[in-house]
């Protein structure tokens, strides 16, 4: 947008013939177009890029989702950033052998020179509508008579052209001047981790160690900014991990298994996998307490909740597999977790030793180190999610149904058929992570817990401020809890949804010490606190029930942070194409207003007469000045006498 906001005249276009008005039959350019979100797609948005008639564009958001699907996002997830490449495995570079997101139309990789904004209040949408039936609606094939409503979208934005041009502008006004003004930042958050058995957080594991990665994104994007649901693309298989983690710390032996397991999950991934790339890059740094050559096998979570018949599909690397010790150990891993199906409400079969892996975490991993891993998913080959990376990637879309009339704590408990099913998932993984880990006890019952797994969907996908999340944050932490959960990466860090998931975390896999708030906020001062091994959080507590005052208390954990920013930005390559090097504009304000505009010809007349009247204004001006003395002489006292 420009720096003073961009203006046009109201048109709604309900249906496709009503573009005809906009690009070429309406006497009144430029036009600002209230659009019907079923609209909005590329081969619309591709004819309004083409045409100076168009100043701006107001999309109404749809209710229910459109039913042929939407996804602004590539059909080719992080084309270039994952493993296959021209020099490894080049038949699956580029989705050659698989289209991933077929119904990705790309819209959010397209640069419009004319602002987008989205309305989700309806009644936002009516105003503009009835404003536009008043004044704007053609009359017998005619134009519409002034005055006319218009529309102003501000929303400018301060950096220019790409990466490479922002981040040296930002860089030399860093460097030389003394009020430094920033035209854009780097993405960057922090990846959330923790282990099974505690290590030394700030020291390196010894190399023989060996630790099973389980890992999962917690990022989601739409076409527009701050708007990212994630419901099947980040929080079914993000949920999914929390709950196996919760499931495993409760089984009574996991101190003695000889393999250790780190959850992790990574920010940024859906921006060319931002957290996982600089994880891999702390380890080959020694900046991570773990190595590459600790990893004795990888297991992801990715888009778990729209399963088929129950089936969840096992995805391995083929390029790898030509490996014999890599494929003995892919052998044994896909075993464990067929074996730990059995019984279950969860079929686990293999996608094919042909089959590319999905964009995943995995690929990062394996760029550096061939790693043996899987990544489980509810698709074979194309996404069932018609969704990926739209604003109607929402608990809908993941079939989350509660019944009419529960009240916001009953529905926060009530166990929806998805929680149920995500459970079971979690279940199957939690067994299996115990084998891979060599325990030999029985794994019945280790159980993920559907209660859980229902709390952490609504927190996540509905309501982020309702009771539980409340409880188990710190009392400084209060104001993250927003009504309604997104779960964008951003520029300012942490955010919202790191905090929860590791407040999450520490709640279902931490332990309740008996520290004074002093001791937990200062475990370096608690000889018993063991604090290198440990993270100490003093959280807020329920309700007391016979007041409204809280239970605080403290919670020891292996929940950690770590770093999610681009190695690109760290070695100022900006231009990379090994790493991510996504950035966000700077801004001052977004707004938008309505208003009547009277016709250019009263304008005119108007601008005319104001004219005359100030040249009028300063002949008075003029000539009254000029005769001053006359105009304003005091006149002679009649009485006085002159001698």
């Known amino acids: 947008a420009s720096i003073s906001g961009d203006t046009g005249v109201i048109h709604v276009v309900e249906k496709e013939e009503d573009l005809s008005w906009v690009l070429t039959d309406g006497p009144h ?102 404003c536009y039936q008043d004044h704007n609606v053609p009359r017998d094939g005619a134009g519409p008579e002034y005055p006319l409503c218009a529309m102003q979208l501000f929303s400018h934005m301060h950096a220019v052209t790409n990466t490479v041009t922002c981040m040296r ?7 030389f001047s003394i009020n430094p003004e920033i035209v854009c930042d780097p993405l960057l958050d922090y990846n959330v981790w923790s282990t099974l058995q505690p290590i030394n957080s700030s020291g390196k594991i010894e190399p023989e160690k060996e630790v099973i990665l389980v890992a999962t994104r917690i990022d989601s994007h739409s076409f527009f900014w701050n708007i990212a649901p994630g419901a099947e693309s ?71 909740a729209l399963r088929n018949d129950s089936v969840l599909w096992m995805h391995t690397d083929p390029v790898s597999r030509k490996n014999e010790s890599v494929e003995g150990q892919v052998r044994n891993l896909l075993d464990i977790l067929s074996n730990s199906s059995m019984g279950a409400n969860v079929t686990l079969q293999e996608a094919g030793f042909s089959q590319p892996l999905p964009p995943s975490s995995f690929q990062r991993f394996l760029r550096a ?25 929402t608990p809908e879309n993941i079939r989350m149904q509660y019944p009419e009339g529960l009240s916001p704590e009953e529905t926060l408990e009530y166990v929806t058929d998805t929680a149920q099913s995500l459970a079971e998932v979690a279940t199957v993984v939690a067994r299996a ?66 905090y929860l998931v590791q407040y999450v975390l520490a709640n279902l896999t931490g332990t309740v010490v008996n520290f004074t708030k002093e001791e937990c906020l200062n475990p370096e001062k608690t000889p018993s606190s063991e604090q290198e091994m440990y993270e100490y959080a003093w959280v807020q507590g329920s309700l007391d029930p016979n007041s409204t005052s809280r239970v605080p208390y403290c919670v020891r954990s292996t929940v950690h942070l770590s770093k999610a920013l681009s190695p690109a930005f760290e070695l100022r390559q900006w231009g990379s194409t090994e790493y991510s090097t996504w950035t966000e504009s700077r801004w001052k304000e977004i707004r938008a207003r309505i208003f009547l505009v009277a016709s250019k010809e009263l304008e005119i007349i108007t601008l005319v007469v104001g004219i005359a009247i100030l040249v009028l204004s300063l002949l008075a001006t003029y000539f009254i000045n000029a005769k001053a003395d ?14």
Not at 241 to 256: F, G, I, R, T
């Open 29 to 130: 350019p430029p036009y600002m177009i209230l659009l019907d979100g079923n609209l909005f797609n590329r081969r619309v948005m591709q004819q309004l890029k083409g045409t100076s008639r168009v100043s701006g564009l107001a999309v109404a958001a749809t209710k229910p989702s459109p039913p042929q699907g939407f996804s602004p996002g590539l059909n080719c997830p992080n084309d270039g950033f994952g493993v296959y490449s021209k020099d490894y495995g080049p038949q699956f570079a580029h989705c050659n052998q698989t289209v991933w997101n077929p119904v990705g139309s790309g819209l959010s990789y397209e640069d419009f020179d004319f602002p987008i904004f989205l309305l989700e209040d309806a009644n936002e949408t009516q105003v503009i509508k009835q």
């Open 169 to 175: 502008r930002s860089s030399l006004q860093s460097t």
């Open 234 to 304: 980040a929080v079914s298989s993000f949920v999914t991990h929390l709950a196996a983690a919760e499931a495993l710390h409760k089984a009574s032996d996991v101190q003695l298994l000889q393999r250790n397991i780190m959850f992790t999950f990574f920010q940024g991934e859906t921006f060319d996998y931002i957290g996982s790339s600089r994880m891999v890059y702390d380890m080959e740094k020694d900046k991570f307490p773990l190595g590459l050559d600790n990893i004795h096998s990888f297991v992801e979570l990715n888009q778990v």
């Open 369 to 393: 180190r061939h790693i043996p891993g899987v990544v489980l998913t509810d698709h074979r080959t194309a996404f069932q999610n018609r969704y990926y990376q739209s604003m109607y990637d």
């Open 433 to 498: 992570l115990y084998r891979l880990a060599g325990g030999a006890n029985t794994t019945s019952a280790i159980q993920a817990d559907p209660k859980t797994v229902s709390r952490m969907l609504y927190g996540f996908l509905i309501k982020m401020n309702n009771s539980w999340f409340q409880s188990i944050i710190k009392p400084d932490l209060k104001g993250i809890l927003g009504d309604v959960p997104q779960h964008y990466v951003a520029v300012s860090s942490p955010v919202n949804t790191t």
């Open 630 to 643: 006359i105009l304003f002489s005091i006149p002679r006292d009649p009485g006085a006498v002159a001698y």
